[in-house]
Antibody, heavy 125, light 109 residues
């Protein structure tokens, strides 16, 4: 069974650093993009960025570029999302997800087929 | 504000058919495939429909998807109480940026 298991809830103070994780199992971790998605309380989903663990190719949504760092350790099939200095506005649920691609009429199209259950991050003084 | 527009809420009675819309533009839905997800509180979102109208194995055929132009729809027939959840649409551009709808909360009356 394909699974993405995320690390547990975190409670941090503003200015602290944080790294949350997402461990893949049941598939070849290096062959699929892993994305990160933010959901603030009562709000919709926001795409943060994505990494290809096979070669660490990483792409950020413009809204999150410079705000977070996405990385992966393919030796342990784990992707990471980290902050160097948290803000209260980083309080949210964070999901990791596996991106699949489908070849249709000569073009690749993408979709998430597996999600993690999310990691709650609370930043409060 | 989400790039893809969904109604915030929808409702139906058991057995009914309900549809949820997702509206975008020529640069997203108009040129890419649309995917639909079900999100229950405390659970991981679940893929219901991919590539506009494809159902993953295990998803009941009560769920169906369609796309026309810059809009897409998710239809749920034979509504059941267990279908009460949030539903959202999504697509990805060529730079692998994900675009999401704001989500629709479905209530089974």
């Amino acid at each position: 069974e394909v699974q993405l298991v995320q690390s547990g809830a975190e409670v941090k103070k503003p200015g602290e650093s944080l790294k949350i994780s997402c461990k893949g199992s049941g598939y070849s971790f290096t062959n699929y993009w892993i994305g990160w998605v933010r959901q603030m309380s009562g709000k919709g989903l926001e795409w943060m960025g994505i990494i290809y663990p096979g070669d660490s190719d990483t792409r950020y949504s413009p809204s999150f570029q410079g705000q977070v760092t996405i990385s992966a350790d393919k030796s342990i099939s784990t992707a990471y999302l980290q902050w160097s200095s948290l803000k209260a506005s980083d309080t949210a649920m964070y999901y990791c997800a596996r991106l699949r691609k489908q070849w249709l009429a000569g073009v690749y199209y993408y979709y998430i087929d597996v999600w993690g259950r999310g990691t709650t991050v609370t930043v409060s003084s | 504000q989400s790039v893809l527009t969904q109604p915030p809420s929808a409702s139906g009675t058991p057995g009914q058919r309900v549809t949820i819309s997702c509206s975008g533009s020529t640069s997203n839905i108009g040129s890419k495939t649309v995917n639909w997800y079900q999100h229950l509180p405390g659970a991981a979102p679940k893929l219901l429909i991919y590539s506009n109208n494809q159902r993953p194995s295990g998803v009941p055929d009560r769920f169906s998807g369609s796309k026309s132009g810059t809009s897409a729809s998710l239809a749920i027939s034979g509504l059941q109480s267990e279908d009460e959840a949030d539903y959202f649409c999504a697509t990805w551009d060529d730079s692998l940026n994900g675009l999401f709808g704001g989500g629709t909360k479905l209530t089974v009356l």
